[in-house]
């Protein structure tokens, strides 16, 4: 942590702790750092989706009937949604969990560090690995999939505000569950299994139009669906409309859900969040 020298009218001078937004970037270049020390968490982190994107696109490769493309098409945007909720949702839930178990929480509420800086932090933190997740899903995708790039400015600037909102939304969403395990060691099966079951019911592992639509409108109550459709909308043709429920991307649909969700995970957060465990009162 630096500080800086602030004069007085006496001649001395103070330390002056720098502002929120500062410490928030220090403690990010903190968690990137020791994110990457873990080398078994980077593997995971980072081939898990990778791997389940062959294993589907490998058993799921034929035509998909009157929509233009092939299932393996199909899987690398879902993935590419699921990489994101992983990289923020999961990685959030679970991490801070541990954290407010092991007391590092509460050591850090006892320091003058402001708390936006704490999560400024992870914020960082998700941001990177979700960028370096998506990139690493797209090169996958382009390379064997024969998934091709957007081809004008407007599909990128989709995919920027999708990948914006979706990650943010996911991310206030993780922090808020971390809430919820009584322990540590309960994290990762109370946050897993919600991620696990959204993943069916929003289209990741099942296409669009063979899961039921009381499925579907559960799954629509949440971001990861909105999040698949929406990055199909930029990555696919659009005679893939048809496999959507609405038989439509729905883009406006897909902002306004997920910018809901950005505001309902920052409620949430500030409603739910606690720094101690329940047992330390």
Request: with cysteine; glycine share 10%.
């Amino acid at each position: 942590m630096t500080t800086t020298a602030v004069p007085t009218k006496a001649g001395t001078t103070t330390a002056r702790l720098p502002g929120a937004w500062g410490l928030g970037l220090q403690r990010g270049a903190l968690e990137i750092k020791q994110f990457f020390r873990q080398r078994e968490q980077v593997v995971f982190t980072f081939a898990f989706p990778v791997v389940f994107l062959f294993l589907f696109a490998s058993i799921f490769s034929d035509d998909v009937k009157g929509a233009g493309i092939t299932a393996s098409q199909l899987y690398v945007p879902a993935m590419m949604a699921a990489g994101i909720m992983s990289t923020s949702f999961q990685s959030l839930g679970i991490s801070i969990a541990i954290e407010r178990d092991e007391k590092v929480l509460r050591r850090l509420r006892g320091t003058p560090m402001p708390p936006a800086a704490y999560f400024l932090g992870k914020i960082w933190l998700v941001l990177c690995t979700g960028v370096l997740e998506t990139a690493i899903l797209l090169l996958v995708g382009t390379s064997f999939y024969g998934v091709d790039l957007p081809s004008d400015a407007a599909r990128w600037f989709d995919l920027a505000w999708i990948f914006v909102l979706g990650l943010t939304a996911c991310a206030l969403l993780g922090i808020a569950v971390s809430s919820v395990p009584k322990s540590g060691k309960s994290a990762t099966s109370v946050v897993v299994l919600p991620f696990l079951v959204l993943q069916f019911i929003s289209g990741v592992y099942i296409a669009i139009d063979t899961i039921p639509d009381w499925m579907l409108n559960i799954g629509a109550l949440f971001p990861l669906k909105w999040m698949c459709q929406g990055l199909r909308g930029v990555f696919l043709p659009d005679s893939a409309q048809v496999l959507e429920q609405a038989g439509s991307w729905e883009f406006g649909k897909v902002a306004l859900v997920l910018g809901a969700w950005c505001v309902g995970g920052l409620v949430l957060c500030l409603l739910t969040f606690r720094w101690k465990n329940r047992r330390d009162g």
